[in-house]
C-alpha cells in the first residue's frame, strides 16, 4: 500500500445530547478531508455545533455499495476520510459495513473514535446480567415472524438485547407474551440520553401492562434487554413445549435421532427425551 494512501475513521456520534461527542471526535471531523454522513442535514447541524466546516457526502442503505467504492478511491489517492451516522456508533444497525469492509480487505488503515451506542449504555443500567449477551439489532415486522424469532431464543441463557420503533413496540411486547413466560425480566430503555430519558425493569406480563397503559412509553426510541433463561439442568420434566417438539420430529426421524434434536433444540437432557420418545412410540416394555 502507498505510503500516500489516506486512513478511514469511524466516528460515533451522540445519541440525543450533543455532550456526548468527544474532543477526540471534534478533532478528527475537523482535519478529515471528507465525512461520509448518513443524512447530511442530520449531521451538518451538529457539525455547526461544534464550528465544523467540512465537506459532506451521502452514504446511506441507498447508496453504499457505489458510494464506499468512489470513496474507496479517495482514500487510495490520500484522503482521510470520516464515516459517520445519524446517531451512535457507524455499522450498529446503521449503514457502514461495505465502506469498511472495502477498506479493511484493500488493506486501509481502519481507526474507531469510541463515543456513544445506545446499546452498550442500556446495557451499562439495566441492571441485568451482562458478562455474556446477544445483539439482534431489529426484530421483524411481522407478528409470525416475531414469534418465530422469540421461540428460536425461548431457551437462550445469554442476555439478549434487540432495537424497536415506536409504532411496534407495543405489538412486539404482546408477542413476546404468547412466547415467553410473564416472570421474565425485561427491561425497557427509551430517548436514552436525551431529554424523556427513560429505563423501566419489570416482569414481561408487567412491562406489557405499563406500556398499554402509558401513552409515553410508546414514544421514542427502544432498546430492548432480556433477561437470560435460566434453565434447571436437574429439572427431569418435560414441558408440553418440549414434547410439542420431540413429537414434530419423530414424524421425520428415528428415536434416538428425534431425541438427540431435540436435547439441542430444546436444552432438554437427552436421557429424559429419549424416553419420553420410546413412549409416544409405544416401545415401552411393561
Known amino acids: 500500500m502507498s505510503s500516500q494512501c489516506g486512513k478511514l475513521y469511524v466516528v460515533a456520534t451522540p445519541i440525543g445530547n450533543l455532550a456526548d461527542f468527544s474532543f477526540r471526535a471534534v478533532d478528527v471531523l475537523k482535519e478529515v478531508d471528507l465525512i461520509a454522513a448518513e443524512d447530511t442535514r442530520h449531521v451538518r447541524m451538529l457539525l455547526q455545533h461544534y464550528g465544523i466546516a467540512n465537506r459532506l457526502v451521502s452514504l ?12 474507496l478511491e479517495k482514500i487510495r489517492g490520500g484522503l482521510d476520510i470520516a464515516l459517520v451516522s445519524d446517531a451512535g456508533t457507524p455499522l450498529l444497525s446503521d449503514p457502514g459495513m461495505p465502506l469498511v469492509r472495502m477498506a479493511k480487505d484493500a488493506g486501509i488503515e481502519v481507526s474507531p473514535i469510541p463515543g456513544a451506542c445506545a446499546l452498550i449504555a442500556a446495557l451499562s443500567a439495566a441492571g441485568l446480567p451482562v458478562s455474556r449477551f446477544i445483539f439482534e439489532g431489529f426484530l421483524p415486522r411481522t407478528s409470525s415472524s416475531r414469534k418465530t424469532f422469540f421461540k428460536e431464543r425461548l431457551n437462550c441463557e445469554s442476555t439478549w438485547v434487540f432495537y424497536e420503533s415506536s409504532h411496534r413496540i407495543l405489538d412486539a411486547l404482546k408477542d413476546m407474551s404468547e412466547i415467553l413466560q410473564a416472570d421474565r425480566q425485561l427491561v425497557i430503555a427509551r430517548e436514552i440520553t436525551k431529554l424523556h430519558e427513560t429505563i423501566v425493569k419489570r416482569r414481561l406480563d408487567e412491562m406489557l401492562e405499563l406500556v398499554e397503559s402509558d401513552e409515553n412509553m410508546r414514544k421514542g426510541e427502544f432498546v430492548v434487554i432480556v433477561e437470560g433463561a435460566v434453565i434447571d439442568k436437574n429439572n427431569q420434566a418435560l414441558s408440553a413445549e418440549h414434547l410439542s ?3 414434530i ?19 432438554a437432557k437427552k436421557k429424559v427425551l429419549y424416553q419420553a420418545a420410546l413412549e409416544m412410540m409405544g416401545k415401552v416394555k411393561g
Do not use: Y
Not at 420430529?249 to 436444552?267: D, P, Q, R, Y
Open 249 to 267: 420430529l419423530l414424524n421425520e426421524c428415528s428415536v434416538k435421532t428425534a431425541a438427540s434434536l431435540a436435547a439441542e433444540i430444546t436444552g
Open 245 to 247: 417438539v420431540l413429537k
Open 60 to 71: 446511506h442503505q441507498h447508496n453504499e455499495e457505489t458510494a464506499s467504492a468512489g470513496l
